[in-house]
């Protein structure tokens, strides 16, 4: 029998109820994140980093826990859907497309093999960069619509400062410190699920 035909590997209600408190921790994290980057245009563009770090052990531990297709999808998608709501469409985008990603990295594995569950949060993590800083730079008249909501007459100091941050070395530079963050926050993830919930018995 396949994998996506063992009845053993469907979704059940436990494994939706994870998910979904999970995934709604994921997005508060993500909001309070961006009020403390967001003090500056410089900070904000190194927002991805901060998520992708402190994400991390969210995320792993719903991996950890449930270990079937929707692990890493349906916890980003909830927080995608949620920023969606607020008007950060493309970060619901990318929140889904990267969250399929991530599920077609480790869906061979069936969730076991810790190397590619690491590579797989990397690759979402990347999402969270592409969702929030590249449309700055690769589609700035849209993310100038999208950060205003279409309102005229807004203020453009402060997102005219970030688009020019975004466009210069910085912008690199918070893609290359978003994957760095996403690394260490595997390893700190890591570190925790073993001394925190393995002795627990949780996983």
């Known amino acids: 029998m396949s994998y996506l035909q063992n009845e053993n590997k469907k979704l059940g209600i436990k494994d939706f109820t994870l998910m979904g408190i999970f995934g709604a921790i994921i997005f508060v994290l993500a909001m309070l994140l961006m009020m403390i980057a967001g003090a500056t245009p410089v900070t904000y563009l190194f927002y991805p980093t901060l998520f992708a770090l402190l994400a991390a052990p969210f995320y792993l531990l719903v991996v950890a826990k449930v270990r079937k297709f ?24 990318t929140s889904i497309v990267f969250g399929l990603l991530a599920e077609l990295i480790v869906l061979s594995s069936k969730y076991t093999d810790f190397k ?21 730079y690769a589609f700035t008249d849209w993310y100038i619509k999208q950060a205003t909501g279409g309102v005229s007459g807004t203020d453009m100091t402060y997102i005219n400062a970030l688009i020019d941050a975004a466009k210069s070395w ?26 925190h919930f393995e002795k627990a018995g949780l996983i």
Request: charged letters at 10%; hydrophobic letters at 60%.
């Open 170 to 195: 910085l912008g690199m530079a918070s893609l290359l410190t978003c994957i760095v963050g996403a690394v260490l926050g595997v390893l700190l993830a890591k570190r925790i699920l073993r001394k």
């Open 70 to 93: 929707g692990a890493f999808l349906i916890p980003s998608a909830i927080m995608g859907i949620l920023l969606g709501i607020l008007g950060a469409q493309s970060l619901l985008i």
């Open 116 to 136: 590619r569950i690491s590579i797989a949060y990397i690759v979402l993590s990347l999402g969270f960069y592409a969702g929030d800083i590249a449309p700055m």
